[in-house]
T-cell receptor, first 109, second 115 residues
């Protein structure tokens, strides 16, 4: 019940394309859903986050879509760039963060 | 505003030894959390400190212990190191108590290798 399931494990997108990463959860007590970006050898950096009373949040090229009834949320990266190549983690918060397994994104020039 | 800083960045230990990792929280933050990230995995919650008290713990054995100091900096101690303890140890700071938004800001981590 504390798990957050993330897919796909890896993703290859052409420059300019849309990258989509999905996450699913079970625990309805989660109150905050952030996405983190992590480059090799670095710590995770907060990218964008949403609360369960909102269905969508957009910041620049990054959008979170949140479906409370389905207990799913996703990250959309529009106009993907080679500099977006990194590992992305979804997470869910209830006093602590529960992370998904991560998605390695490669954006090809 | 200074970010989260961790030390050391890399260290190598042998099985059975003890290690201490240090973290300075971001200014204005009074809560520190520690996470373990094995290679190719998502971070796993170890424990959290708020106002010098442990107020949450993940599924880690007692040989993982911690401290938070009055200036909100923190230490993670691991005794009797095992090979599986090899990982990136991440410290995250946040605002706790009534101002808790769930936003965590991570340091760059300490890479521990146990031989």
């Amino acid at each position: 019940q504390q798990q957050v399931k993330q897919s796909p494990q890896s993703l290859i997108v052409q420059k300019g394309g849309i990258s989509i990463i999905n996450c699913a959860y079970e625990n309805t007590a989660f109150d905050y859903f952030p996405w983190y970006q992590q480059f090799p050898g670095k710590g995770p950096a907060l990218l964008i986050a949403i609360r369960p009373d909102v269905s969508e949040k957009k910041e620049g090229r990054f959008t979170i879509s949140f479906n409370k009834s389905a207990k799913q949320f996703s990250l959309h990266i529009m106009d993907s760039q080679p500099g977006d190549s990194a590992t992305y983690f979804c997470a869910a918060h209830t006093g602590k963060l529960i992370f998904g397994q991560g998605t390695t994104l490669q954006v090809k020039p | 505003e200074t970010g989260v800083t961790q030390s050391p960045t890399h260290l190598i230990k042998t099985r059975g030894q003890q290690v201490t990792l240090r973290c300075s929280s971001q200014s204005g933050h009074n809560t520190v959390s520690w996470y373990q990230q094995a290679l190719g995995q998502g971070p796993q919650f170890i424990f959290q400190y708020y106002r010098e008290e442990e107020n949450g713990r993940g599924n880690f054995p007692p040989r993982f212990s911690g401290l938070q100091f009055p200036n909100y900096s923190s230490e993670l101690n691991v005794n009797a190191l095992e090979l599986d303890d090899s990982a990136l140890y991440l410290c995250a700071s946040s605002r706790g108590g009534a101002t808790n938004t769930g936003e965590l800001f991570f340091g760059e981590g300490s890479r521990l290798t146990v031989l």
